[in-house]
Structure formats: structure tokens, C-alpha cells
């Protein structure tokens, strides 16, 4: 009788007690089940001592890798003299951090921290209604805003007789039991990259509409880079209707840069929303914006922002931390970054054409997306998910879990500041074999 491993052991104490994965979105079932011990660097072991590259990184949070001794140091030390928050305490760590993102992001002239991107954007939406006295926001088809009622699923309409709101559908990937059955009527759910569209939008509805929220770059959607001027003109329609313009920055944030995607760009919205990297894995977020609208936390009456652990002590300091790494030597684990980037993106590229493979590959610093898919370049997710070979993309991120290398669902690739070109390499022989299984 085959003896069973610490893994199949464990994962039955598991089922009995714990319902589901952490976070509990459609593809993590793909997933076998298992029980990581700990990391360093760019590796991760499981409970049966087996070792991973590990092109995940807590879904991009950590952002420096495992174990790094200079932000692990640089937490200890700030935390010598650990202290509890309470709504009448700040702290000088504090004050610190919030001027390194005023220094940093361009559209900070005022900053809050929190403790999750989901909360960061549920405040975003809060501070649009109240500044424009306005009830209903835009978001986009593939961007992705957290899993509260109004921001998760929906899909895309594009019928303009009727307000555009998100829709139940069958096909929906983030349908969820349980929602608010008005929820998906305090947003319109639109195509992005699609300025004509979103124009005719507002010429109908623009008096009603509070927020557009959207990722600078649509990294949840396939790494999609707004169209040359599409950024500009959004901007430019904010501004004619009285509309807020957020920035949802979770993942562009202080991976494009320590200014995030707006800096690169050069847009600057009127609120930002950081979370993930902001603190290198430790969870932290944070909202940043116009001092007019980000001050409307202050007045009475007020806009709310309650929160036991907001601005907690633990997330100041690795916040603290990673930027001090990111920016030291003028960014040179930027140049690290991208040089190891290129090396992955290059070689992967070329094994897909040896092996016969049309490949749609675009990326941001630190977020790579591939798709078997006969397309040089997806302005959004319309453009790829319906032309894209979907069993061939998942037989690739599995064998890859076979030969040792954890990549995520649908063609997603993070890459962290502490893989190697070794690690590439590595890498790259083991998506060489299993391509070849593939073809």
C-alpha cells in the first residue's frame, strides 16, 4: 500500500475544517492542494520538502521576494517600540510614509492608509458620492476592483437605449450567490480602451455619474496598455462632466514605478488607490489624492473611514521598508528588474515560435500575461479571451507545476525583484519541456 504523503495527510484535516481556498475566485480550483513551509528568495517548499520557483508572489504582494534581509532588518528596527492604535494616535512612521507617496506619486496631495485594496476602493467610491453629490460610477470589462457586491462581476454592456449597468449572465466568471440584487445597478460596465464609446456614455448619463474607476494598465485583464491618447481623453471628459477619475493602482503600484502607472504615463487622476507591493507582502493599502476631495474625511458632517488597523504599525513599517529598497541607488533594483524581465519575456517568446506557437505575450514591470492566441497586441480583454486557446494556456501552467514553477490561472506570470537570470533560465528549460509535451 502506497504510504501517504504529509500533503494528502494534511489536506484531509483540512476539508473537514476549512471551506475552500483563501480566496475562493473562479480557477483556483485548478489547484492541487498544497502546504507551503516557507520561502527565500524566489523559492517556496511544501510540507514534503518539494521546492518551487514561484512566479506567483502572494498574487504580486511581494514584490521583494521571500526572506529579504534588508526589509525584514528595516521592519525589526521600527518596530522596536511597538504601540497600539487607537483614533486619537498617530505616529511619526506614519507622517513619514504618507510624505514618501506625497513625494513620490503625483496625484498625493493627500494620503490614508488602510488595510486592504478592497477597502481602499470601497473609500474611493464613498469619497465620489460625497464630493459630486452623485450616486453611480463606470468601471470596465477585466479590471478588477476587489470582491465586494458593486465591483465583482457583471457583464460588459454595451446597449446604450437603457443605462449600461453590469449584467447576470450565464458565462459570468465572477457571479456570485449571495449579492446584493441592486448592487449591480449602482455601476455602468462598459469596453475600456474604447474612448467613442465611453463618450457617448457620458453625453447620455454624464450629470448621474460620480466615479470612473479603472486600472491605468489592465494588468487583471491581460496586461493591456491604454490605447496613445486614451488616458488623456478620459481625463479631459472627467473634467468637462465633474466626474472623479481614480486610478486603481494595486498592481501598477511601485512596480511601473515608486509614482505607479500615472508617473509613467503622465495622467494624473484625481484619487489613486495602492495596495499589494505598497508594503512587500505585509497587507497594507492606501488612498491618495486631491486635498478638496480627500479632505472631506475631516469635515463634519464627514466622510467616514473607520477601521481598527488602518495606519497599523506592522504595515507602516514595511511600507516604510520597501520603499527605502526601491528607491535606494536611484532605483537600481528597477534596472535589476527589468534586465531579468526582458531575459523571461525574450526567452519564452522564442520557445513559443520553435514550438510552432502563436503567442499574444504583454507585460507591465513585475506582471506578464501570455495567451495562445494568434494576436501581436490586446487593447482589452475582448480583443483575446474569445480567440485564445484556453486548455493549451492551462496544460501549460499545470505541467509547469509538475516540472516546479507555479505561474497563476490565465496566463499570468509575477515576477519579483529577487528572481535571478539563473531562475529564468531554470525556468525557461522548464517551460521548454513542457511546450514540447504541449504541442
Known amino acids: 500500500m502506497k504510504k501517504m504523503t504529509k500533503t494528502q495527510a494534511i489536506h484531509e484535516r483540512t476539508e473537514k475544517i476549512i471551506p475552500g ?38 498574487l504580486g ?9 534588508e526589509y525584514l532588518d528595516a521592519v525589526k528596527k521600527q518596530l522596536d517600540n511597538i504601540y497600539y492604535m487607537d483614533p486619537a494616535r498617530r505616529s511619526p512612521l506614519e507622517i513619514e510614509v504618507a510624505e514618501k507617496l506625497h513625494k513620490y506619486v503625483p496625484s498625493a496631495q493627500r494620503v490614508r492608509f488602510l488595510l486592504t485594496g478592497t477597502e481602499a476602493v470601497q473609500l474611493v467610491i464613498r469619497l465620489s458620492r460625497a464630493f459630486t453629490g452623485r450616486n453611480l460610477f463606470i468601471r470596465f470589462d477585466g479590471h478588477y476592483h476587489g470582491s465586494m457586491d458593486n465591483v465583482l462581476g457583471g457583464n460588459v454592456n454595451t446597449d446604450l437605449e437603457g443605462p449600461p449597468y453590469g449584467f447576470d449572465m ?27 464609446f465611453l463618450k457617448k456614455v457620458l453625453e447620455k448619463y ?3 455619474i460620480a466615479l470612473i474607476l479603472m486600472e491605468p494598465v489592465n494588468c487583471n485583464g491581460g496586461s493591456c496598455w491604454p490605447k496613445p491618447g486614451y488616458l488623456e481623453r478620459v481625463r479631459e471628459l472627467c473634467d468637462k ?133 494568434d494576436l501581436t497586441v490586446a487593447h482589452n480583454m475582448g480583443d483575446w479571451m474569445p480567440v485564445s486557446d484556453h486548455v493549451r494556456q492551462e496544460k501549460l501552467r499545470s505541467g509547469l507545476v ?5 505561474i497563476i490561472f490565465r496566463g499570468r506570470w509575477f515576477v519579483n525583484s529577487s528572481i535571478t537570470n539563473e531562475d529564468v533560465d531554470l525556468a525557461l528549460e522548464m517551460t521548454d519541456r513542457v511546450m514540447k509535451r504541449i504541442k
Open 170 to 196: 450565464k458565462g459570468d466568471i465572477f457571479a456570485t450567490l449571495g449579492r446584493d440584487p441592486h448592487a449591480l445597478r449602482q455601476s455602468f460596465k462598459i469596453p475600456w480602451n474604447d474612448i467613442e
Open 206 to 208: 454624464g450629470e448621474q
Open 402 to 406: 509538475e516540472e516546479g514553477a507555479f
Open 241 to 373: 462632466y465633474g466626474i472623479v477619475l481614480c486610478f486603481d493602482e494595486i498592481i501598477t503600484g511601485f512596480r511601473m514605478g515608486l509614482g505607479g502607472a500615472q508617473s509613467v504615463l503622465g495622467v494624473v487622476p484625481d484619487l489613486t488607490t495602492f495596495g499589494k507591493a505598497i508594503a512587500g507582502g505585509i497587507p497594507f493599502s492606501a488612498v491618495v489624492g486631491r486635498a478638496d476631495i480627500m479632505d472631506l474625511m475631516t469635515k463634519s458632517p464627514k466622510v467616514i473611514c473607520a477601521g481598527t488597523f488602518n495606519s497599523y504599525p506592522l504595515g507602516l513599517a514595511a511600507a516604510n521598508a520597501t520603499i527605502g529598497i526601491l528607491e535606494k541607488d536611484d532605483g537600481a533594483l528597477y534596472k535589476h528588474w527589468d534586465t531579468v524581465q526582458a531575459r523571461l519575456t525574450e526567452g519564452f517568446k522564442e520557445i513559443a515560435v520553435r514550438h510552432g506557437f502563436k503567442m499574444l505575450l504583454q507585460f507591465v514591470r513585475g506582471c506578464i500575461f501570455y495567451q495562445f492566441a
Open 61 to 69: 504582494a511581494g514584490i521583494l521576494g521571500y526572506g529579504h534581509e
Open 21 to 58: 481556498q483563501h480566496s475562493n475566485l473562479p480557477g483556483y480550483e485548478l489547484f492541487s492542494p498544497v502546504y507551503i513551509t516557507h520561502g527565500k528568495g524566489s523559492r517556496i517548499w511544501d510540507i514534503d520538502s518539494n521546492e518551487y520557483l514561484d512566479f506567483m508572489s502572494g
